[in-house]
Structure formats: structure tokens, C-alpha cells
């Protein structure tokens, strides 16, 4: 089997847009609950949105119950967090008297200092190791893909945080509030350690306001820059003086308010905001106070921060174009639901999952997966065996491995592009189609490629795809039709017509014969005689037939 060229890239977005008629409208359909059938296809669907991958195993228990409990699941995610990231890297250039030098291996690192670069990268390639650990490893629930949401829109980047304790932290608050109140977490956001880094809130004093994260407060996380009338550039610079005297520990890692710091002023906006003015205070209380009322003031144009941060949710979870009816039928009544809720996060994601609009047939299969998409849910998919956390070296390689070839692809988490997150949740026109381009397209064949043919080793530890163990977990697998039919279920969203079915099945399954008993009788010889021979004869098939799977364009979306 060659390799299909750089022509599928085109063939792979046309797919994308396959649902998307020529007209103003795609469909219709809105809020109403969700009462169509409740099938593999469904919950495939649902699971595939919601988490990295939809794990068979995973598909069949949420079969076992309503939609509606299904989705009540999925959105109950444990308050307990998950065990932090641990020291999986050698002392190698790291100075004796550092503080990162006396962890023992195994250990976490994030709660002891280092005032090392050498220790500091080697604890962020162990922050973005466990990262891909939890999502690979992730439980029934939204969490991951949740915490992977909050991160883009709140973005960001861990190697200018200067610590990696402050990516870490960072982290921990998205996890948080993954289904949390998103007015409070704005809050919280706002205070955070690598937040006040990034965004340069620590060096915002009065004597030199600097007004970056003030900007990127209204225009990136709570306002968006379509509304029309809009905020001033006088808002942001008035909104900096609200932001003054907000520092950073450095010992606790922590943020503390200095008062010293602090413009004392009153604060008066545009029209935009009614010319509101936040009285200005003194004394130790005054950022959290005018804190709380710049951010009720930014809170109370409920429409548009429902809608800017509704849209982003609908483009995350449903589709990247929002026509009319969309807009209408979804985002305003989401929107709705979010400001009559006080902005908390989960029921605005129950209606929308419980939804027609959901599972419209138009939604489904229409997204071009994400690299992290890719990387994790073939991973969880096929069931590849990655050593358990407790094998720490071996695990934090493995998933170092997979972090950092979902980078090639061009999304690094814990290092988006920029603050306003990857592009192809929010360029237009394009938008997800941005994940296919001439450099990240071979790259995603030759990771599908070397996971089904060689795999990864390292320290005599190998993550590969074992087509035959995938094939053992099938129904049906001594049936050539139903042992294809099958695995396109698990794998895609859009099916192979019955004549490439019929094709692959004739070239691979049963070695350019016609009859199905070639691939019956090479399975049943090898079930009833696992010898290495009969190994071989359905290891190659198998292996084949996968491997053009996922080299054809309908396996890129989801």
C-alpha cells in the first residue's frame, strides 16, 4: 500500500464541510431535548466531543444507560484533583545546591523551588508528560477535555512563566473550574501566579500602569472585539489602574496586593459601560474591592460575555461555523442559560449535550480532529499499553513521546501560540481547518504510521498499536465484513462506501481472493493455534488494514 499524498489534505477538508450546504442556514434544529435512537453511533458521538477518543469499552457502558444519564456523567467530574506531576529526570547539570537537587526521584517537585533553567525545563517536559498521562488515562468525565479548553482560552505559555510551578498551578485552577463558575474563575484567573507573569500583572504599579493583561481581560476572556458599540482604548488604560499593585511571592508562590503600588484614583469608563466609576481605595483590601468591581461591571454586559464565551463552547464542542439559526436557535438561549444560572458553566453544558441540536446528523462527524485529538485517542482507541503511572520512567517517556509529536503537529499544550490561544479555535475563516496544512499533514500519516508499523522504544519499553489485540476485542473478528464494519465504528465518524469496504477487504483481508473463508480459516488457525506463523499471516493483514485506515482522510475527523 502506498501512501496516499499531499491530494487527501484537500479531500480531508472538503470532507469537513461535507454537511455544510451552499445555503444561509445548515439546519434548524435548537434545544429541544434530544429523542432520537441511542446507539453506538450516538454515544460515539457524545464521547468523542466530550473526551479524547471514544474507547469501545467506554461506548458499551454509557450504552447501558439513558442519554440523559450518560451525559449526567460525563459532567459529574470528582472534586479530589489528580496526584501532581513527579520528578522523572536526572540530576544531570543540575547544581548541588539547588533545591531541585535533593528530590528523590519519583517525587513531585511542585511544591520545592528551583532557581535553576536546567531544573525548570526538565520539570516543564515532566508538567506536559503527566498532562498527556491524565488525558490518555482519563476517567468517564469531561474533565480533560474541559481543562484543554480553559487552558486556550485562558491562555498561557509555560516557558515564559519562569516557573513551572506556575503552569502546574495554572493547571490545577482550570481543573478546578472545569464545570465552575466562570465569573468567579475569571476572578481567580486574574490573581493566578502565571497569569500575573504572563500577562505582566506584577509589574502594573501606579507610577507605570502597563495595561496587557487589562486589554487581553476584556478582549480575549469576557468581551471578545466584535461588539459593536464597544470599549475604548481608554477602558483598557482604565481598567490597568484597577489592576495596579498586584504582586507575585516568589517563596510561596502565591499573589499578594501591595497597597503601595496601587492607583488610588477613581476610575471612570466610557459609555460603553455606562461611565461607571470604581471608587478608588486605599489600604490592603482595595484590590480585592476594586478587583470585584471592575469585574461586576464587565459582568453586567451579560449578553455579550454570555455570547463570546457561548460561541467559543459551540465552536469546542459543535461546530466551527455559527450560521443564523444557530445563533438563534443555540448560542442565544445557551446564552441565556449561563446568565440566568450566575454564570456557572455546567448547566449551560447539559442542555446544549442533552440537545437535538447536538446530535444532528449535520454535527456529527464534521470536525477535523485536533493533533492532542489524534494523538490521545488513538492511543485510548486502539488500546495501546503504556506503562502505569507508578512506572514513572517509563510512563513520563512514553507520554513525553506523544506530547511531543502533538507539538509537531503544531499543538504544544502548555505552550499555545500566544495568548490568544491556537488558531484554529478562532481564525476566520478557516479555523479547525488549520490543523491540515502541508507541514502537519504528513506529519499526522507518519505518526499513525510509525505507531502501527515500528513503534516507540526507549529503555527497552515499546508503545506500539497491536492490530491483533485490537482485532481480539472486535465481536465478530473471523467475519472479514463485520471485523471491517466494526473497527471503522470505533475509528471514524463517516463511513467507507461498499465498494471501498469490498476493496480493502479483497486486497488485505483476504489477500487479493475472492472468498471470505481466506480471512476465516487464516483467524481460526491462528485462535485455535496462536504459532508464530499463523501469527503472521493476520498480524501482516491486519496490520495493513489499519494502517490504510488511518491514512485515509475520513480517520481526521471526528
Known sequence: MERIDLQTQTKIL???KATEEKIAVRTYSGLNPYN??????????????????????????????????????????????????????????IPTTDADFNIPMGETWVNINSNTGNADSQRRGSFKSWWTGLMINQEKNIREKMTLFWHNHFATESVDLGRAIYAYQNNVLCREFALGNFKRFTKLMTLDVGMLRYLNGYVNINAAPDENFARELQE?????????????????????RVLTGWKINTTTNTSYFNSAQHDTQNKTFSSFYNNYTIVGRTGATAGDLELDDLLNMIFRKDVEVSKFLVRKLYRYFVYYKIDSASEANVITPLAQILVTNNWEIKPVLEALFKSEHFFDVLN?????????????????????????????????????????????????????????????????????????????????????DTMINSGYTRNGV??????????????????????????????????????TKDMLKRQILLSNQVQDYYWTNAWNAYVASPTAANYQVVFTRLRDLYKYFMNLAEFHLC
Open 14 to 16: 472538503e470532507n469537513s
Open 36 to 93: 432520537g435512537p441511542w446507539t453506538y453511533n450516538e454515544a460515539a458521538h457524545l464521547l468523542k466531543r466530550t473526551m479524547f477518543g471514544a474507547k469501545p469499552e467506554d461506548v458499551n457502558y454509557f450504552l447501558g444507560m439513558s442519554m440523559n444519564s450518560a451525559v449526567d456523567e460525563l459532567l459529574s467530574i470528582p472534586a479530589a484533583p489528580p496526584a501532581p506531576p513527579v520528578k522523572n529526570y536526572t540530576n544531570t547539570n
Open 220 to 240: 480575549l476572556f469576557t468581551l471578545g472585539n466584535a461588539t459593536s458599540p464597544s470599549y475604548s482604548e481608554t477602558d483598557v488604560k482604565t481598567a490597568a
Open 364 to 448: 456529527q462527524g464534521c470536525f477535523i480532529k485536533t493533533p492532542i485529538d489524534l494523538v490521545v485517542g488513538a492511543c485510548r482507541e486502539f488500546g495501546i499499553v503504556i506503562p502505569d503511572g507508578s512506572d514513572y520512567i517509563n510512563a513520563y517517556n512514553m507520554w513525553g513521546y506523544l506530547q511531543n509529536y502533538a507539538a509537531l503537529m503544531q499543538q504544544n499544550i502548555g505552550d499555545p501560540p500566544d495568548v490568544a490561544g491556537w488558531k484554529a479555535y478562532y481564525q476566520e475563516p478557516q479555523f479547525h481547518e488549520i490543523w491540515i496544512n502541508t507541514d502537519t499533514y504528513p506529519r499526522r500519516n507518519l505518526f499513525t
Open 462 to 499: 515499546k508503545i506500539v498499536i497491536d492490530p491483533v489485540a485490537f482485532t481480539r476485542r472486535l465481536n465478530n473478528p473471523s467475519d472479514p465484513n463485520a471485523l471491517i464494519d466494526q473497527a471503522l465504528k470505533i475509528l471514524y465518524r463517516i463511513d467507507l462506501t461498499a465498494a
